[in-house]
T-cell receptor, first 114, second 115 residues
Framework: ETGVTQTPRHLVMGMTNKKSLKCEQHLGHNAMYWYKQSAKKPLELMFVYNFKEQTENNSVPSRFSPECPNSSHLFLHLHTLQPEDSALYLC?????????????FGDGTRLSIL | SQQGEEDPQALSIQEGENATMNCSYK?????LQWYRQNSGRGLVHLILIRSNEREKHSGRLRVTLDTSKKSSSLLITASRAADTASYFC???????????????FGKGTKLSVIP
């Protein structure tokens, strides 16, 4: 148990569907992250939240919409996705954003776009 | 943008042997971290080494950092089948002004330990 729980673990959706990924952390951390992991590519940082405020949006297409209602929960709302969006989506949290605290990852949501 | 780059991309060894993975990066860093990812799971933090440190140990893990060469190595001694996983280095660079930091990951080394 890493203390970071992601649901669902697997998701198959059509390009016109709308779905949401959920992440919950039980570690009392203040920062939360969404990453995209594609085959043969480095982990890509998508969004960063610190104390519920979005601090980074790394040029992510608007079909991905994050939401952070509190420091323990993070959502990624998906709509009108493309086949190239098929990937493993990882959520992570850290105590702070000094860069000297390790990030704790969930086991990810494997997303497949039909 | 990619910062760390691991070498080799894949490594296969016998149980009991040592495994060495290397990481090179391009810019100045505050610290470098190593993570492990088992198949189908998330990343797990292994060790963090600061830019003013040269070597760090944690159990069977030994990490070195050479800032002049912009490189780091991860040594796993007396490997076990359970060490089979992908290993990633990640660097922390300083962002000007904001005071926040991000991890930039490499593509990873896939380690297979054969029983």
């Amino acid at each position: 148990e890493t203390g970071v729980t992601q649901t669902p673990r697997h998701l198959v959706m059509g390009m016109t569907n709308k779905k949401s990924l959920k992440c919950e952390q039980h570690l009392g951390h203040n920062a939360m992250y969404w990453y995209k992991q594609s085959a043969k590519k480095p982990l890509e940082l998508m969004f960063v939240y610190n104390f519920k405020e979005q601090t980074e949006n790394n040029s992510v297409p608007s079909r991905f919409s994050p939401e952070c209602p509190n420091s323990s929960h993070l959502f990624l709302h998906l709509h009108t996705l493309q086949p190239e969006d098929s990937a493993l989506y990882l959520c992570a949290s850290s105590q702070d954003m000094t860069g000297y605290q390790p990030q704790h990852f969930g086991d990810g949501t494997r997303l497949s776009i039909l | 943008s990619q910062q760390g780059e691991e070498d080799p991309q894949a490594l296969s060894i016998q149980e009991g042997e040592n495994a060495t993975m290397n990481c090179s990066y391009k810019t100045s860093i505050n610290n470098l971290q190593w993570y492990r990812q088992n198949s189908g799971r998330g990343l797990v933090h292994l060790i963090l080494i600061r830019s003013n440190e040269r070597e760090k140990h944690s159990g069977r893990l030994r990490v070195t950092l050479d800032t002049s060469k912009k490189s780091s190595s991860l040594l796993i001694t007396a490997s076990r089948a359970a060490d089979t996983a992908s290993y990633f280095c990640a660097t922390v660079e300083t962002y000007s002004g904001a005071g926040s930091y991000q991890l930039t990951f490499g593509k990873g080394t896939k380690l297979s330990v054969i029983p």
